[in-house]
């Protein structure tokens, strides 16, 4: 019964070897499977001292040609008739062979051919390949574009960590110029001569509108009566911005305008009697230089200047153009301060004798209501020392 796994082939029995010289005969060849009874090395006999069916297995029969083309039996060039030893044989001649006639065994060169031939090919060496040189050897082309891919890899790798080191070198470099630079500017330092003056200019340029109202035009401003008396000129109402055509007479206008004037404010104030009504504007010009050109276009007519403002409800209710006495202007920073005064009661200006005018408080009151104005607006700041305050 076959058994699944199993081959199904007869076991075969190991036929125990016959024993002999190590290392001869060699293992696969005729002599070793004949052995040594059916050869007769062992036994001492020789072609002519066998059976006639042994020289006739071993093909040794009287008048048979040899493969090498001689009878059998024929004479041999030492006249013997037999084979000339072969060389070598007396000298350390392997076992199982013919040496000089101690065993009597004749050489048989077609067995020897025999045994080459029927050698087992389950016990034959395996010849060798010998590879060929080149086989496992690169080309030289490959390997030399290949070194040249590399080399030039090294190079543009060199250039680019160079590039890359100057470009770093170069922002290292403005970073720290930017550094030191910054703190010498922002560092405390004392100011220069322009930079205190520019530092006045500014600071009285924006003090129109960084400053509120109620301390352009304070509430009270105090003035020298007749008799050497001080009083208070009381501050009654603050007109909204206007433009500067609109808030003074056409030919002062015009020339404001023509010197890039910004804005016109206007405050009305009666002395401390409530008997004269003062209007105070100031018109806000885009620098000291502007100013100036202004100013000197500006006519010496007191008739003509800013125009009042009055204040329904209060003593200044009948103040207009008609009740102006006189006009006046100041100048100072980029501000241009006009003045006008007139009587509180409605008196015009024809009704009025010149020589009142001159001789009354009433202008030396106008005058310094509007100078202190124009004065506080045009004060020099205290200037710091340093860039960073008074310590440097």
Sequence with gaps: MSQPGRSQEPRRRLQPSTP??????????????????RSGASQGEGPQGGSPRGRARDGAAPGATTPDGRREGASTPDGTGKDAPAPGAGRGAPPGRASGGSSGATRLPGATRMRRA?????????????????????????????VIALEQGIRLRTIFLLLMGTILAIATTDV???????????????????????????DIARRWHTWPTTLVFP?????????????????????????CRAGTDAAVGAILSENGCRTLLRATYVDQTSTFAITVGVAVMEDADKRRAATGQLTTDDRVGVRPVAFPGTATELFGAAQRQRNAWVGVGPYIVFSTAGYTDGRTREAVAQEEILHSELWPTAQTVAGRIARA????????????????
């Design 20 to 37: 002999r010289t190590r290392g001869w005969p060699p293992a696969g060849s005729r002599a070793a499977r004949i052995g040594p009874d």
């Design 118 to 146: 029927s050698a087992s090919p389950a016990g034959a060496r395996r010849a060798r390949v010998r590879p060929w040189p080149g086989a496992n050897r690169r080309q030289p082309g490959a390997e030399r574009v290949e």
């Design 176 to 202: 720290l110029s930017g550094a030191v630079g910054l703190l010498r500017e922002t560092a405390a330092r004392p100011l220069t001569a322009a930079e205190q003056n520019l530092y006045v200019q500014e």
């Design 219 to 243: 509430g009270e401003l105090e003035y020298v009566a007749l008799g050497r008396t001080q009083q208070y000129a009381r501050r009654v109402g603050i007109a909204p911005e206007t433009p």
């Design 377 to 392: 607006l045009g004060a020099e700041p205290a200037v710091p020392r340093c860039t960073q305050g008074n310590v440097c």
